[in-house]
């Protein structure tokens, strides 16, 4: 498997004694080099050898064959010219660049037991497979890789919440306007208000800011819900809701959604039309610009601006406030923004779930928001994706088990 050929070469699980390459030449692994996740290019940038006691510095490709240089067309790629050593499993034929430089070739086995642990961990019925080593992690690397996967998952969220602000033109006021909606409706309808976000024109909206019935009556007619107010028995006079958008929706040529796209299978204080009414407010009261979420120095200021506490606080400042300043921080070179997020999270109790449960089963102590957000992250982006050759604990795993048993020469912790 290529993949575990990779993460060999990655970490140097190198069998003990003197490296050689097919024609006889020693190899001395400095520095494995960088590895290159983009998809194009080779699979090491940078990397330090020796050879021969030569020093080289440059790429390293990577295949289970050799043969398959030709079969991905390496040989015609001039991206690949600057290939210094082909690391293979089986050298079943030599290889050249498009210069017509023939490659040196290494070959280098992949431990059985490191293929039997790896086998192991895709097997398992046990969840995280790795369960039997968390108890016995160091601390440090622990706290270590609960710091990097909290700082993915908000670069996770940057991206995201970076993307709308793309999408309406650099706009942050209406990037963050979409990421708060998005996150009113509380997952089952998330997908339909972010649709929604995009639709209401906020432009001409603003005409009408200052008249709270007015912006009500557009947030809910775009929606497609001005039904759904006269059977609720807490709206008074929807039949004036009505008249207002159909005078509105002439003026501005305003767009109605479809109906069916918003679910009422929740609780009714998270109806669509209920959350429609407290974001309409929200925006007629100036609580939904960016700058007014910036001056939000606690979760508490967080929570007087939406004028929500509890549950619900909690939601909207890990899923929307905290991003969107970590995001606002990362784009304009603003770390103490960037800082006040990572606080900000840290001040939270931890969120309590299954996936929660299930790390404290396995040992992990849990007590902040940062916490829960970074073990969310290892479950969804490394567990429930089989990806143990990218975490630190599936490092932890592999190479702890038979590190006396194969390895001459390992890392210390991943590189991840």
């Known amino acids: 498997m290529e993949s575990l050929l990779h993460y060999t070469w990655r970490h ?11 024609d006889g030449r020693l190899v001395e692994v400095i520095n494995p080099g960088l590895h290159n996740r983009s998809g194009s290019g080779p699979d090491f940038f940078n990397a ?30 001039k991206a690949y010219d600057n290939v210094i050593l082909h690391v293979v499993e089986q050298a079943d034929m030599d290889v050249t660049t498009s210069q017509g430089r023939t490659l040196p070739t290494l070959v280098i086995p992949v431990a059985e037991q490191l293929s039997r642990d790896y ?11 790795c369960y039997e080593i968390i108890p016995d992690l160091p601390r ?15 670069e996770q969220k940057t991206r995201a919440m970076s993307d709308r602000v793309a999408l309406m033109n650099g706009s942050w006021d209406d990037g963050y306007f979409i990421t708060l909606a998005r996150n009113f409706g509380f997952g089952v309808n998330g997908d339909a208000f972010e649709s929604w976000a995009k639709t209401v024109p906020l432009r001409a909206v ?28 807490s709206v008074k006079d929807a039949d004036r809701y009505r008249k207002e958008y159909e005078y509105l929706q002439k003026k501005f040529g305003l767009p109605t959604m479809e109906p069916s796209l918003w679910s009422y299978k929740t609780r009714p204080q998270n109806h669509p ?31 007087k601006l939406y004028n929500i506490s509890g549950s619900k606080l909690t939601l909207l400042a890990i899923n929307t406030a905290i991003p969107s300043i ?20 840290d001040s939270l109790k931890c969120e309590d779930n299954n996936i929660i449960r299930m790390w404290r089963e396995c040992g992990l102590e849990v007590t902040t928001a940062g916490d829960s957000q970074a073990l969310i992250q290892l479950k969804k982006e490394y567990c429930d994706k089989k990806g143990c050759l990218r975490c630190r604990f599936g490092y932890e795993f592999l190479t702890g088990m038979h590190r006396n048993r194969f390895l001459g020469e390992t890392t210390d912790q991943a590189d991840e």
């Open 326 to 345: 970590f995001a606002y921080g990362r784009s304009h070179d603003k770390e103490a923004l960037c800082q006040l997020a990572f606080d900000m999270l």
């Open 140 to 154: 440090l690397k622990v706290h270590s890789w609960i710091s990097a996967l909290q700082t993915e998952r908000l």
């Open 12 to 22: 140097k699980i190198l069998p003990l004694g003197d490296l050689h390459t097919t």
């Open 206 to 233: 603003d005409h009408h800011r200052d008249d709270l019935m007015q912006v009500e009556a557009i947030f809910i007619g775009v929606a497609g819900l001005l039904p759904r107010l006269a059977n609720d028995k």
């Open 119 to 129: 086998a192991a961990l895709l097997n398992s019925e046990k969840y995280p497979p």
């Open 48 to 77: 330090q050898l020796k050879i021969d006691g030569m020093l080289w510095v440059g790429n390293v490709e990577i295949h289970t064959k050799a043969s398959d240089w030709y079969r991905h067309h390496h040989d015609s790629d």
């Open 273 to 303: 039309h209920v959350r429609l009414l407290e974001l309409a407010r929200m925006y007629h009261e100036r609580r939904t610009s960016i700058s007014s979420l910036l001056e939000c120095k606690t979760v508490k200021d967080i929570g």
